[in-house]
T-cell receptor
Framework: GNSVTQMEGPVTLSEEAFLTINCTYT??????LFWYVQYPGEGLQLLLK?????DKGSNKGFEATYRKETTSFHLEKGSVQVSDSAVYFC??????????????FGIGTKLQVIP | DVKVTQSSRYLVKRTGEKVFLECVQD?????MFWYRQDPGLGLRLIYF???????EKGDIPEGYSVSREKKERFSLILESASTNQTSMYLC?????????????FGSGTQLSVL
């Protein structure tokens, strides 16, 4: 079956530090890949996505590159801010024969950025 | 702006009660979803609906049912609540059913079953 692997954390960084959150996946077919972010007290919102190999998704200073050869979609940011403190979910979607997108989420990685 | 609204932020119920969680979206989306979110397990799909009066089981449908009488509203029903259904419940919607479609989430309902 399909699965997404990421560390749960928490990951604690000082402001302006470099961030990497690793994400690897297992999927049948050719998935689309996503990062969603959940700020405290809120639902998830899409941060970025990539739909084919070597695509780079980017938003708000965050980037992730779809690496088919290593089945990975690691999230990076060059300089984190306190306002980036949140839970980050890696996810994949596939289109089974039934025709409805099926999304599988990782367990979420909590990021804490301290001033 | 896009909006998915869940009727309650916090809910406390007793074991055996019938519980209704309501979700409304204002974007004319075809697809609606119910997930539960638990620490260490991430999000798990309970049910989804791709059209009015249509529903499909997700990965963990046991103990739950759903209703979609109108396009904008998707209800999750716990027929007889149990303590292992204490969780954060998230509703989501998407415009189309195709690959790569973005999901829009509500803020969640934290349900405690005592």
């Amino acid at each position: 079956g399909n699965s997404v692997t990421q560390m749960e954390g928490p990951v604690t960084l000082s402001e302006e530090a470099f961030l990497t959150i690793n994400c690897t996946y297992t999927a049948t077919g050719y998935p689309s890949l996503f990062w969603y972010v959940q700020y405290p007290g809120e639902g998830l919102q899409l941060l970025l996505k990539a739909t084919k190999a070597d695509d780079k998704g980017s938003n708000k200073g965050f980037e992730a590159t779809y690496r088919k050869e290593t089945t990975s979609f690691h999230l990076e940011k060059g300089s984190v801010q306190v306002s980036d403190s949140a839970v980050y979910f890696c996810a994949l979607s596939v289109l089974p024969s039934g025709g409805y997108q099926k999304v599988t989420f990782g367990i979420g990685t909590k990021l804490q950025v301290i001033p | 702006d896009v909006k998915v609204t869940q009727s309650s932020r916090y809910l406390v119920k007793r074991t055996g009660e019938k519980v209704f969680l309501e979700c409304v979206q204002d974007m004319d989306h075809e697809n609606m979803f119910w997930y539960r979110q638990d620490p260490g397990l991430g999000l798990r799909l309970i049910y989804f609906s791709y059209d009015v009066k249509m529903k499909e089981k997700g990965d963990i449908p046991e103990g739950y049912s759903v209703s979609r009488e109108k396009k904008e509203r998707f209800s999750l029903i716990l027929e007889s609540a149990s303590t292992n259904q204490t969780s954060m419940y998230l509703c989501a919607s998407s415009f189309h059913r195709g690959l790569g479609e973005k999901l829009f989430f509500g803020s969640g309902t934290q349900l405690s079953v005592l």
